[in-house]
């Protein structure tokens, strides 16, 4: 698990950074930086985009005036803009939509929301847990349509979530108020038996 004393600082800033844009516009692929090495995402499937859009279309209605639902925005590791990662959909302040940047604090996410893609292994999920308990983004949402389960993490501290809350596809997920309050995973997707069939 990775917590902030620990947290691993590239030796030369910057050029992460500018790697991971090169490789971006080289292939299409999206690319983060968690704990200092570059991650490559696959473009996700239609159904796993699709699930963001249904999650997206499902939370907006409910949120709070000074809210907004935004697809691939970047977080970064408080104190290191070269370490960030991209969830599927973020929460976060309308204000957001006004910036010229495209790094959203991560005290102001709320929640990240990270659709799990058909062939993600397991330590990456772990690992990328651990990267947003360190960075103390309040909440985290993983859907996983290869199961049809939902996992809600919250309370950062030492490098992990403290509280965790599991449920199955139709189960609502408890957000606060002005979040939208309980949402609804009714209708949620799930993978084929063999992805790409």
Same mark, same amino acid.
Request: glycine share 10%; hydrophobic share 35%.
């Given at each position: ?6 947290? /691993?600082? /590239? ?34 499937s ?29 977080? /970064?590791?408080? &104190? ?20 010229? &940047? ?8 709320? #929640? ?30 993983q859907?996983? /349509? ?9 309370? #950062? ?28 995973t ?9 992805? &790409?069939?």
């Amino acid at each position: 698990m990775v917590s902030p004393a620990a947290h /691993p600082i /590239p030796v030369r800033r910057g050029h992460l950074r500018e790697a991971a844009e090169k490789l971006e516009q080289a292939t299409g692929t999206r690319v983060e930086i968690i704990g200092g090495a570059l991650v490559m995402s696959p473009s996700p499937s239609g159904k796993q985009a699709g699930i963001v859009i249904d999650l997206r279309d499902t939370i907006r209605p409910g949120l709070a005036a000074k809210h907004e639902a935004y697809e691939n925005v970047s977080v /970064p590791m408080p &104190g290191d803009p070269d370490d960030y990662s991209t969830p599927d959909l973020t929460i976060g302040p309308r204000s957001f939509k006004d910036e010229d &940047g495209w790094l959203l604090d991560a005290d102001a996410v709320e #929640p990240a929301v990270k659709v799990i893609s058909p062939n993600e292994r397991l330590k990456g999920i772990n690992e990328k847990t651990a990267w947003y308990a360190a960075a103390r983004v309040a909440r985290v949402l993983q859907i996983d /349509p290869r199961t049809g389960t939902w996992s809600l993490f919250t309370r #950062p501290g030492e490098g992990e979530y403290k509280a965790v809350v599991h449920g199955r596809y139709s189960e609502d997920v408890p957000l606060p108020e002005e979040l939208g309050g309980e949402l609804t995973t009714t209708g949620l997707p799930l993978y084929s038996a063999r992805p &790409g069939s």
